[in-house]
């Protein structure tokens, strides 16, 4: 795990602990100024055996606290999704702009044209041009510079520049 993302992570950790205690203060403050454990602590002496105050506080803040982790979680997925159906809409656009040649392209052994899918003959270019993204440009290789312009070669074989 590279340092950035354990960075990240320890920050979002110590976020959701500031969290769970800025929680446990509210619910303090709330029960506090509608005596809310007061009504409860009276019910609870009455039924003693039951051990329902513990349990009932417990059991809120536990409450609480999940339903604030849920919302995180579900936020962060839905950013997520998000995300990855904007990527997918990307790749989708750019799948469609690529124009690739495949499979067998049958091509004269002799002319090197290439027959296309009615049967006709084309040169190379412009087939390839036809069939894809790519442009031409054209010069001559130094074999075929030997044959064509042997005369202006000099006794070393090299063309004027």
């Given at each position: 795990m590279n340092r950035s993302r354990f960075v990240g992570l320890h920050s979002q950790g110590l976020k959701e602990i500031l969290l769970i205690v800025l929680m446990a203060v509210l619910v303090w403050l709330l029960a506090g100024r509608?005596?809310?454990?007061?009504?409860?602590?009276?019910?609870?002496?009455?039924?003693?055996?039951?051990?329902?105050?513990?349990?009932?506080?417990?059991?809120?803040?536990?409450?609480?606290?999940?339903?604030?982790?849920?919302?995180?979680?579900?936020?962060?997925?839905?950013q997520v999704a998000h995300h990855l159906e904007e990527q997918r809409m990307a790749l989708e656009l750019a799948l469609g702009e690529v124009?690739?040649?495949?499979?067998?392209?049958?091509?004269?052994?002799?002319?090197?044209?290439?027959?296309?899918?009615?049967?006709?003959?084309?040169?190379?270019?412009?087939?390839?041009?036809?069939?894809?993204?790519?442009?031409?440009?054209?010069?001559l290789c130094a074999e075929c510079s030997n044959v064509y312009f042997a005369e202006l070669a000099d006794e070393h074989g090299n063309l004027p520049a």
């Open positions: 509608y005596e809310l454990l007061e009504e409860f602590t009276t019910f609870a002496k009455h039924h003693e055996h039951w051990e329902l105050d513990e349990l009932v506080i417990s059991t809120t803040f536990l409450g609480l606290a999940l339903g604030v982790f849920v919302f995180r979680r579900w936020r962060e997925a839905s124009r690739q040649l495949q499979g067998i392209i049958p091509i004269c052994a002799a002319c090197k044209k290439v027959r296309d899918e009615s049967g006709y003959w084309h040169k190379v270019e412009e087939y390839l041009s036809h069939h894809s993204e790519a442009e031409f440009s054209h010069g």
